[in-house]
C-alpha cells in the first residue's frame, strides 16, 4: 500500500468510447504526476500538476484530458482512443514537483483499446 | 535529457549479493542520484536515494563513487521477491525523474 490509490485496475474500452481513469492520494501531497508504460518501452511522463495546476503536458495527444479538482484526486479522461494507446497508466505523487523528491506510484491501471 | 547507463540485465542467486551498477557520467553537483524498482504488475516503488555519501536503509544500500560519475546499488542478501527492474535516475531540482530502460535482475534459488 503506497497511498496511492488507482481506478479501475483493469479497462477494456472501444475506441469509439468515452471513460475515465481515477487516482486518489493520501499522502497530504502537493503534486501528481500521469505516466505511460507501454511494453517494452521505459515510463513516459504525461503530465504534472503541481498544486492543481498543470506544469507539464509532455506532448500528449489531447484525445487524453486529465484534471486535478483538489491535490489529492487526479483523473485522466480517455476519448477516441487508438489501440496503441493500450498499456499501463500510472498515477503518482510527490510532496514537491521536482526532480529531488520521492515519487509515490500508484499499482497503475491496465488499459486495453479495441 | 539527464541519463544514466545501467547493463539491461543481472542474475542473482537466492542470499548472495547483488550489486547492480550505474554510471552517471554527466552528473552535476546538486543532481541526487534515486533508484527504483518495479516487480512485475506493480508500479515503481521507491528504493534509495543519495547525493555524496554511501546510503543504507531497510531495503539496500548505495555506494557512490567518490567522482559521483557512478554508483551502485547493492542488496546484501537477494531474494526471489527482489526479482524486479531497478532504475537509476538522476533528481534534478529542475526537471522530473525520467526513466531509463532499467536492469532487468533475476533471482534464482
Known amino acids: 500500500e503506497t497511498g496511492v490509490t488507482q481506478t479501475p485496475r483493469h479497462l477494456v474500452m472501444g475506441m469509439t468510447n468515452k471513460k475515465s481513469l481515477k487516482c486518489e492520494q493520501h499522502?497530504?501531497?502537493?503534486?501528481m504526476y500521469w505516466y505511460k508504460q507501454s511494453a517494452k518501452k521505459p515510463l513516459e511522463l504525461m503530465f504534472v500538476?503541481?498544486?492543481?495546476?498543470?506544469?507539464e503536458n509532455n506532448s500528449v495527444p489531447s484525445r487524453f484530458s486529465p484534471e486535478c479538482p483538489n491535490s489529492s484526486h487526479l483523473f485522466l479522461h480517455l476519448h477516441t482512443l487508438q489501440p496503441e494507446d493500450s498499456a499501463l497508466y500510472l498515477c503518482?505523487?510527490?510532496?514537491?514537483?521536482?526532480?529531488?523528491?520521492?515519487?509515490?506510484f500508484g499499482e497503475g491501471s491496465w488499459l486495453t483499446v479495441v | 535529457d539527464a541519463k544514466t547507463t545501467q547493463p539491461n540485465s543481472m542474475e542473482s542467486n537466492e542470499e548472495e549479493p547483488v550489486h547492480l551498477p550505474c554510471n552517471h557520467s554527466?552528473?552535476?553537483?546538486?543532481?541526487?542520484i534515486h533508484w527504483y524498482r518495479q516487480l512485475p504488475s506493480q508500479g515503481p516503488e521507491y528504493v534509495i536515494h543519495g547525493l555524496t555519501s554511501n546510503v543504507n536503509n531497510r531495503m539496500a544500500s548505495l555506494a557512490i563513487a567518490e567522482d559521483r560519475k557512478s554508483s551502485t546499488l547493492i542488496l546484501h542478501r537477494a531474494t526471489l521477491r527482489d526479482a524486479a527492474v531497478y532504475y537509476c535516475i538522476r533528481g534534478t531540482s529542475y526537471g522530473k525523474l525520467t526513466f531509463g530502460q532499467g536492469t532487468i535482475l533475476t533471482v534464482h534459488p
Open positions: 503518482a505523487s510527490s510532496q514537491g514537483g521536482n526532480g529531488l523528491d520521492t515519487i509515490y
Open positions: 499522502l497530504g501531497h502537493n503534486a
Open positions: 500538476y503541481n498544486f492543481k495546476e498543470q506544469t
Open positions: 554527466t552528473i552535476s553537483g546538486t543532481d541526487y
